[in-house]
Protein backbone atom coordinates (compact mmCIF):
# COMPACT_ATOMS: atom_id res chain seq x y z
CA UNK A 1 0.00 0.00 0.00
CA UNK A 2 2.51 2.45 -0.75
CA UNK A 3 2.15 5.61 -1.91
CA UNK A 4 -1.13 5.80 0.21
CA UNK A 5 -1.87 7.56 3.48
CA UNK A 6 -2.62 5.64 6.68
CA UNK A 7 -5.90 6.50 6.82
CA UNK A 8 -6.67 5.41 3.59
CA UNK A 9 -4.36 2.12 4.11
CA UNK A 10 -6.77 1.15 7.25
CA UNK A 11 -10.14 1.90 5.89
CA UNK A 12 -9.24 -0.02 2.65
CA UNK A 13 -7.38 -3.25 4.90
CA UNK A 14 -10.66 -2.74 7.47
CA UNK A 15 -12.81 -3.01 3.99
CA UNK A 16 -10.10 -5.86 2.71
CA UNK A 17 -9.91 -8.08 5.85
CA UNK A 18 -13.97 -7.58 5.83
CA UNK A 19 -14.71 -9.24 2.68
CA UNK A 20 -12.09 -11.87 3.33
CA UNK A 21 -13.94 -12.81 6.75
CA UNK A 22 -16.63 -13.35 4.39
CA UNK A 23 -15.31 -15.43 1.64
CA UNK A 24 -13.44 -17.57 4.48
CA UNK A 25 -16.47 -17.89 6.36
CA UNK A 26 -14.47 -16.64 9.44
CA UNK A 27 -15.38 -14.65 12.95
CA UNK A 28 -12.62 -11.64 13.51
CA UNK A 29 -13.14 -8.63 14.90
CA UNK A 30 -12.59 -5.48 13.47
CA UNK A 31 -8.83 -4.69 14.62
CA UNK A 32 -8.02 -8.52 13.24
CA UNK A 33 -9.77 -7.48 10.08
CA UNK A 34 -7.64 -4.38 9.55
CA UNK A 35 -4.37 -6.59 10.24
CA UNK A 36 -5.12 -8.71 8.06
CA UNK A 37 -6.00 -6.62 4.98
CA UNK A 38 -3.01 -4.50 5.49
CA UNK A 39 -0.59 -7.28 5.97
CA UNK A 40 -2.53 -9.01 3.70
CA UNK A 41 -2.09 -6.28 0.49
CA UNK A 42 1.77 -6.94 1.26
CA UNK A 43 1.51 -10.56 1.61
CA UNK A 44 -0.23 -10.69 -2.12
CA UNK A 45 1.76 -8.00 -3.67
CA UNK A 46 4.99 -9.57 -2.81
CA UNK A 47 4.06 -13.20 -3.88
CA UNK A 48 2.28 -11.91 -7.38
CA UNK A 49 5.67 -9.60 -8.07
CA UNK A 50 7.64 -12.86 -8.07
CA UNK A 51 4.90 -13.48 -11.22
CA UNK A 52 5.54 -9.93 -12.03
CA UNK A 53 1.59 -9.04 -11.65
CA UNK A 54 1.52 -5.50 -9.74
CA UNK A 55 -1.68 -3.96 -8.35
CA UNK A 56 -2.12 -0.53 -8.32
CA UNK A 57 -4.50 2.22 -7.01
CA UNK A 58 -7.20 1.57 -4.19
CA UNK A 59 -8.77 -1.29 -5.88
CA UNK A 60 -5.71 -2.87 -6.79
CA UNK A 61 -4.76 -2.42 -3.41
CA UNK A 62 -8.38 -3.85 -1.90
CA UNK A 63 -7.77 -6.97 -4.49
CA UNK A 64 -4.83 -7.46 -3.09
CA UNK A 65 -5.64 -6.66 0.26
CA UNK A 66 -8.76 -9.31 -0.14
CA UNK A 67 -6.19 -12.41 -1.75
CA UNK A 68 -3.55 -11.92 1.03
CA UNK A 69 -6.19 -11.84 3.86
CA UNK A 70 -7.75 -14.76 2.33
CA UNK A 71 -4.80 -16.62 1.84
CA UNK A 72 -3.55 -15.38 5.80
CA UNK A 73 -6.50 -17.14 6.95
CA UNK A 74 -5.98 -20.62 5.20
CA UNK A 75 -2.58 -20.60 6.80
CA UNK A 76 -3.90 -19.43 10.16
CA UNK A 77 -6.58 -22.54 9.91
CA UNK A 78 -4.11 -25.02 8.63
CA UNK A 79 -1.60 -23.91 11.61
CA UNK A 80 -3.88 -24.10 14.61
CA UNK A 81 -6.79 -26.28 12.46
CA UNK A 82 -9.99 -25.39 11.54
CA UNK A 83 -12.73 -24.37 13.81
CA UNK A 84 -16.11 -25.96 14.18
Known amino acids: ?7 AAIIIG ?3 GWIAEQIMKSDQ ?12 AAVANGLFSII ?4 GGIVG ?7 GACILIALSRMIRGKRA
Open 1 to 7: MEGMGWI
Open 29 to 40: GLFLNIILGIIG
Open 14 to 16: AIA
Open 61 to 67: NLVAGVI
Open 52 to 55: GVSF
